[in-house]
């Protein structure tokens, strides 16, 4: 896990300073004050990234994204649970993770056997 704002590392480091909750984070936070990375990802507007979160598997395929606009924060029991049915999908491939899945529940059956009876 890594996080990329497009603020200069000075203000991460005030960040982390300042909140109790950002010094829980135990991972990377990078920066990219030009905006390279965010552009690459299409999240970047106006000079700043917008809220994005991409899940993204070891192959390097995008298996989910959630971008909301500037002002709208991210939900982490949402994101968590997108995570973890990435996860689950690639652990079962003959299944699919339906709408309002949670963690601990079976996926569904895919093909075209199962269209319009789940």
Known sequence: ???????????????????PRVKKVKF???????????KEYGVYKNG?????????????????????NIPIGRNIDEIYRVLRAAQYSVKHPNE???????PGQKGVP?????????
């Not at 896990?1 to 909140?19: L, Q, Y």
């Not at 700043?48 to 909301?68: C, E, K, N």
């Not at 895919?110 to 789940?118: H, P, W």
């Open 1 to 19: 896990m890594i996080a990329i704002s497009t603020d200069k590392i000075f203000s991460h480091k005030v960040w982390h300073d300042i909140s």
């Open 28 to 38: 990377p936070m990078a920066s990219d004050p030009d905006g390279s990375i965010t």
């Open 48 to 68: 700043v990234s917008l809220r994005a979160v991409f899940i993204i598997d070891p192959a390097g395929t995008i298996q989910a994204a959630i971008i909301h």
């Open 96 to 102: 699919g993770v339906p709408a309002n899945w949670r």
């Open 110 to 118: 895919t093909g075209i056997n199962y269209v319009g009876k789940l």
